[in-house]
Each structure stands twice: as structure tokens, then as C-alpha cells.
């Protein structure tokens, strides 16, 4: 049976009163329209016409239309895009699916999509419980982070007795809630348990464990469905790993 480390999704559900009201003041008991100064009866007022819900305020003004490359950050957003212009791994495609179904579009995430779905270790698969979480952010690691790992630390999280190493790696590259691009500095406590520590703005953001050197961010704001995410050029260990 394969283990799923259980996220936690944030937000609570609230409940949504809707007041129907008829709106309307009294008809008058007379049927004569009002006359006009000169004696002819009024027009009807056909000037001030009752506002239709075509005429509210549209979807752009509450954010619905909202650039997904608005918010990025990061020294490699360019060359993401460059690299990957169009189609379901770009910036705007990674907006339409949800985390792993995004990451697993994206070209340079193949190692973190075989990682959390079961490919690198039948025992750990993360999709479901990535996929169902709301609100959270999620420092990805590209490919080269992986090829930078010790080879016998990556052939330890394949093996039975490294699946619950792995799932602690992976859950560690985690956060419940949504880490700002705009103001990203803080220590955000990660699905693992331990936490994360951001510093740092614009081109120049890092995300250290406290295990070994910082991580940079790539190009991070990368918007999902359910997760903001930050490419990342390490890949981070918990500092009990």
C-alpha cells in the first residue's frame, strides 16, 4: 500500500446566507398619471431605467482576469519563459491545473513530478493530497537540484526504508498557507513539521532550511490552481533528515 503523507488544507468552510427581498415602494391608488405643468400628462420615466446584472461591475474589477505572470520574482523568470513560452507548462498553462498536474507539464520539473506521484518511490505518492489542498505554497525544485544530490542519498529515497525519508523531503518543500512574491520574508512553517526560512525580495530570494546552504529562487509566483509555487535550485533537506 502506498503511504500518503496527509496535508492540511487551509481555510474554513463558511456558510453563505442569501435575503431574497422585493424591492418597490406603494403604487399609487389613483390611476391617472401625474400631470405636468401645463395640464398634459407625464411621460413615463423611461430615463431612469432599473439596473440589470449586465450592468454591474464585471469580473475584471474582483481580479477574475488576473495576469498569472503579474507577481513573478526571481532572476530566471525570463529564461523560464523563454524556455517554455506556451502550452500547458508555461506560466499560463501551470494557472490551469492543479499543482502536480501543473508540475508534471512543466519540462523542468520531471524529477519532482517522479518524486511525489510514485515513479522514484512506489511508496510515496503525494498527488491526491497536493491536489486537494487550497491556499498552499510550494518550493519546487528543478531538475538540476536533483542531479546535484548525492548519489547515495537519491538511492536511499527509492528503497523500502527510505520511503519515509522521502516523504518528509518532499513534504519539507511545503507550506499550508500562501508565501507572498511581493513580500516573501518570513519563516513559514512547512507541512513536515520543521520550518523554512524566506529572505530577501525581487531577483535576490532565498529559502534556507537551516540544514545546508540556502536555496535561490529561480523564478517564483508561478500561480496554479490550488498552490503558488517557486522553482528552486536545491533541493532541501529537514535539519533531522
Do not use: W
Not at 499550508?176 to 535576490?204: I, R
Request: proline share 8%.
Amino acid at each position: 500500500m502506498k503511504r500518503s503523507r496527509t496535508l492540511v488544507t487551509l481555510g474554513a468552510t463558511s456558510a453563505l446566507v442569501l435575503t431574497l427581498a422585493a424591492c418597490g415602494g406603494e403604487q399609487p391608488t389613483g390611476g391617472t398619471p401625474d400631470a405636468t405643468p401645463d395640464g398634459s400628462a407625464s411621460a413615463p420615466t423611461e430615463e431612469m431605467p432599473m439596473e440589470t446584472p449586465s450592468e454591474s461591475p464585471s469580473d475584471d474589477a474582483m481580479g477574475g482576469d488576473m495576469d498569472p505572470a503579474a507577481n513573478l520574482v526571481g532572476p530566471g523568470c525570463e529564461d523560464y519563459a523563454a524556455a517554455v513560452p506556451d502550452g500547458a507548462g508555461s506560466v499560463s498553462g501551470m494557472a490551469q491545473d492543479t499543482v502536480t498536474v501543473a508540475a508534471s507539464n512543466n519540462p523542468l520539473l520531471t524529477q519532482l513530478t517522479a518524486a511525489v506521484s510514485g515513479q522514484l518511490n512506489p511508496d510515496v505518492d503525494l498527488t491526491g493530497d497536493l491536489d486537494a489542498a487550497s491556499g498552499i505554497t510550494v518550493f519546487a525544485p528543478v531538475d538540476d537540484a536533483f542531479a546535484a544530490l548525492d548519489p547515495a542519498t537519491l538511492e536511499l529515497l527509492q528503497t523500502p526504508e527510505g520511503a519515509d525519508t522521502l516523504a518528509s523531503v518532499l513534504t519539507f518543500h511545503v507550506v499550508g498557507e500562501t508565501v507572498d512574491p511581493s513580500a516573501p520574508d518570513g519563516t513559514y512553517t512547512t507541512l513536515e513539521g520543521q520550518d523554512l526560512t524566506v529572505s530577501g525580495s525581487g531577483d535576490s530570494i532565498t529559502v534556507e532550511s537551516g540544514a545546508e546552504t540556502p536555496a535561490n529562487v529561480i523564478c517564483g509566483g508561478v500561480q496554479t490552481a490550488n498552490a503558488t509555487v517557486y522553482l528552486i535550485d536545491g533541493v532541501l533537506m529537514p535539519p533531522a533528515a
